[in-house]
C-alpha cells in the first residue's frame, strides 16, 4: 500500500534513537560536531512542541474523508487551500526560542532580526505560521523582503515551528477507517506528499521498501513504480548510484530529465518525527557531491489557491 502508517513513539524512544544517530554520524564525522549540537537544539524544541500537541485536542476542521479522497484522487494534496485555524499562543514562544538557537549557532544577526520583528508584532507571527503550513514561499519571501530580512532563514524557522501541526493534522485526518479516504491513500502515486504538497526529504530504505519521507510533515508513502519523484522519469536518464562506495547505505536518485535528485538512506526503520532531519544531516556529503555535478532539489510545488 502506497500510504505508510506511521507507529507513534515515545519521547524516551525518540531521544534514545536520536542520540544513537547523533553518536554514529560523530564516530566517523567529528567535523560535523557543530551541525549536530545545533540540531539537537532545534529538533528538541520542535520535539517538544509535538509532545504538547499531541495532549490538547486540535482545532475543530470541516475536512470530511469523503472531501479529501476527492481531492487527493485530483491530486490535490488534503490541506492545500484549506482556511486551517494556527495555534499561534502555543506556536509562537518555539518559534521565538528557534531565532535563538540559530543565532547562537551561527545566524547571528539574521536569526536576532527575525526574532525581533516577530516578538514586536512587526511581523506578525500568526500569518507567518500560516504562509508555513500553506507552503506558501512567496508569501514568506515577500513579508522577508518588505522587512529586510533573510527569506531562507525566515522560512526555515516558521517550518520547524509549524511542522510539528502539520504533523499532528496528517496523523488526525488520516487516521480513519472510512473506505473511500483508505482506497484514495492506497492510490496516491504521486511523488509530493499527500498531506501538505512538499516534497521528499529522502527516501528510507526499510526491508526493501522505498518509502519517501515528506520533508514537512514527516508523512510517509511508496510510490508503486521506481521513478523520478518530480517528473516521473522511469527511463535511462532516471539513475541511482552511491557516491561513496564504501557507503553503499547511502545512494543517490539522479534525473537527467528535469535535473532533479533525492537521496536514499537504508534505514532498520522508519524515523519518527522529527528525527527524519538526522538522516537528512547524515547524508549532507550525499547532497554536496550531487549538486556538485550540476543536480538540484527542484522549488516547492505549486497548487491552486482559494
Keep these: 500500500m502506497p500510504h505508510v502508517a506511521l507507529e507513534s513513539a515515545s519521547r524516551a524512544s525518540r531521544l534514545t534513537a536520536a542520540g544513537d544517530r547523533w553518536a554514529a554520524i ?94 514586536s508584532g512587526e511581523m506578525d507571527a500568526g500569518s507567518v505560521l500560516t504562509a508555513s503550513l500553506s507552503r506558501d514561499q512567496d508569501a514568506i519571501r515577500s513579508g522577508a523582503a518588505h522587512r529586510g530580512l533573510s527569506a531562507d532563514l525566515l522560512w526555515l524557522v516558521a517550518e520547524l515551528a509549524a511542522s510539528p501541526f502539520a504533523y499532528a493534522l496528517q496523523r488526525t485526518l488520516f487516521a480513519t477507517n472510512d473506505d473511500t479516504l483508505h482506497s484514495a491513500l492506497a492510490e496516491w502515486n504521486h511523488g509530493y506528499c499527500a498531506a501538505c504538497g512538499s516534497w521528499p526529504a529522502l527516501a528510507e530504505v526499510v526491508g526493501g521498501h522505498r518509502t519517501l519521507r515528506c520533508s514537512f510533515c514527516a508523512f510517509a508513502w511508496e510510490l508503486t513504480t521506481y521513478e523520478c519523484v518530480y517528473c516521473g522519469e522511469g527511463g535511462e536518464p532516471f539513475v541511482t548510484a552511491a557516491p561513496d562506495p564504501e557507503r553503499m547505505d547511502q545512494r543517490v536518485e539522479v534525473c537527467s530529465g528535469c535535473g532533479g535528485y533525492l537521496k536514499t538512506l537504508d534505514l532498520p526503520a522508519l524515523s519518527p518525527f522529527p528525527l527524519v532531519a538526522i538522516a537528512d544531516l547524515e547524508t549532507m556529503s550525499v547532497d554536496v557531491t550531487t549538486m556538485e555535478h550540476g543536480y538540484q532539489r527542484p522549488p516547492m510545488k505549486e497548487f491552486p489557491r482559494r
Design 26 to 119: 560523530l564516530a566517523s564525522r567529528p567535523d560535523l560536531e557543530p551541525a549536530i549540537q545545533l540540531q539537537q537544539q532545534l529538533l528538541g524544541l520542535v520535539g517538544d512542541l509535538s509532545d504538547r500537541l499531541a495532549e490538547r485536542p486540535l482545532p475543530r476542521l470541516s475536512l470530511p474523508p469523503r472531501y479529501l479522497a476527492a481531492k487527493l484522487r485530483s491530486g490535490t494534496p488534503a490541506l492545500t487551500g484549506e482556511p486551517i485555524p494556527i495555534p499561534v499562543a502555543l506556536l509562537k514562544p518555539v518559534l521565538l526560542d528557534l531565532c535563538s538557537a540559530l543565532s547562537k549557532g551561527g545566524a547571528a544577526e539574521a536569526a536576532d532580526h527575525i526574532r525581533d520583528r516577530i516578538s
